[in-house]
């Protein structure tokens, strides 16, 4: 039914046009117009540019049966130099070993190749079964895709069940993980202040810089940002923070950052000791977060994605993955832990987005398993209580230099949304 060949170039097409939010995803409709033939896109609106696709195989149906979201914007793609299997060009999709390597191929995009091919399939059955592909902006852009969807879509339809693209190995998971978007602040004293500003007017300017790369890796240690803070335990105490900048997303892994210091003039109480305190401090409360994710974890729970100085002090954006399955009054719990954690090295912490996870409260699936991605779950989870997340890939090869997914993965899972399509209620409770 499927192919390696239809599903390669399928992928080859989609993978090579650019959906990242600077770009946006006006002119993706074409791709899949030309990939997929037999479907007939629409595009329900525009915000900036960023497009949400969709088809429905009976449109005069008002219920639902199936709803597949697939989100299509890609992050950063870091130095790319890195990207060694693409020869240094992450649009350059190209096949090695059996797996296909681009941006966007470990998560983004990639979904929409088997989901769409199945639909293709599913089509020519004569069946009166609602089934409906969308893909928009995701993670990268606040799930600006399926709030979109939701308020001018599905506010008129009934939604029986809707299946989310995630790196699943071709399983279906019933659950998925949570975000806590936070900014940590560190005031500068007083006498820092001072002597940023006496510096800036000195002629004969003093000071050393080191521009931290992101090299690949999943841990938190591989961050730039981080290496900048943990730097910091090997600086004198004495020693002034002149510049620090680094990453363009929250959500994204930085590329570089940027550190410079002066220590023409040591003094007592300065940032670099915070920031000895601060690396130690996140390193623990990633170990302690990621053990509780049970049998299957990330490779790493908190993440640094923006940091840079101001005249008034440092500040960093970032995100704590929260585990499928707690509570709010447990997640409540633990950001008072974090905070407090924060404040004892100097610190001063609030929250700016949250996304809940997610788990389907059926009886059978309570201790099925849980992906560990953040998905739309949370912003659907209002007209449906019957998610399940499905796709190609492993979870925690994206968002990293030669990100793949193995060709075969890819013709698998083409098959089990076919099986999906045809059988919307296949492992539901009964």
């Known amino acids: 039914m499927f192919n390696s060949d239809q599903v390669l170039n399928a992928s080859r097409a989609v993978l090579s046009a650019e959906t990242s939010r600077r770009s946006g995803s006006a002119d993706f409709i074409k791709i899949l117009k030309k990939s997929f033939p037999g479907i007939n896109w629409r595009a329900l609106s525009v915000h900036g540019e960023n497009t949400v696709f969709y088809f429905e195989s009976k449109p005069e149906n008002k219920k639902i049966d199936l709803l597949c979201y697939t989100n299509i914007d890609t992050g950063n793609p870091s130095h790319l ?18 797996a296909i390597f681009g941006l966007g191929a470990a998560h983004e995009k990639i979904s929409i190749v088997p989901q769409a091919l199945a639909m293709e399939e599913f089509l020519k059955k004569n069946s009166d079964l609602n089934i409906v592909l969308a893909a928009g902006f995701g993670r990268e852009s606040k799930m600006r895709g399926a709030k979109r969807l939701l308020l001018e879509f599905l506010k008129n339809k009934e939604t029986e069940k809707i299946c989310i693209a995630s790196p699943t190995e071709g399983e279906v998971f019933y659950g998925s993980a949570g975000r806590l978007k936070t900014k940590v602040f560190f005031p ?49 105490i004495g020693t002034l923070i002149l510049d620090l900048d680094g990453g363009a997303s929250t959500v994204t892994e930085p590329e570089t950052t940027y550190f410079e210091v002066d220590f023409a003039t040591p003094f007592e109480d300065s940032m670099v000791s915070k920031f000895e305190n601060f690396g130690e401090l996140l390193l623990k409360l990633d170990a302690e977060m990621v053990s509780k994710f049970g049998e299957h974890k990330p490779s790493k729970a908190l993440h640094i994605g923006r940091a840079f ?54 009886a059978d699936h309570k201790n099925s398993k849980a992906c560990l991605n953040v998905t739309e ?39 089990v949304y076919y099986d999906l399509f045809c059988d919307p209620k296949k492992g539901d409770v009964k």
């Open 309 to 362: 100085d101001s005249e008034e002090g440092v500040t960093f954006f970032g995100y704590n993955l929260i585990p499928a399955g707690t509570t709010r009054g447990e997640l409540d719990t633990w950001f008072e832990q974090f905070k407090s954690a924060v404040q004892s090295v100097g610190g001063e912490v609030m929250i700016t987005d949250a996304k809940t996870p997610y788990i389907n409260q059926s």
């Open 188 to 236: 500068f004293s007083k006498k820092e202040k001072e002597l940023r500003a006496e510096h800036d007017l000195k002629e004969n300017i003093s000071s050393q810089s080191k521009i931290y790369s992101f090299l690949g890796g999943e841990k938190l240690e591989s961050n730039t940002i981080h290496k900048v803070i943990s730097s910091c335990k090997n600086l004198p």
């Open 81 to 98: 130099s890195l990207w060694t299997k693409t020869d240094f060009d992450p649009l350059a999709v190209t096949l090695n070993k059996g």
């Open 377 to 415: 779950a949370s912003v659907f989870e209002k007209v449906c209580k019957n998610i399940i997340i499905l796709g190609p890939g492993k979870v925690g090869a994206s968002k990293q230099p030669n990100e793949s997914v193995v060709l075969s993965d890819l013709v698998d899972v083409s098959r």
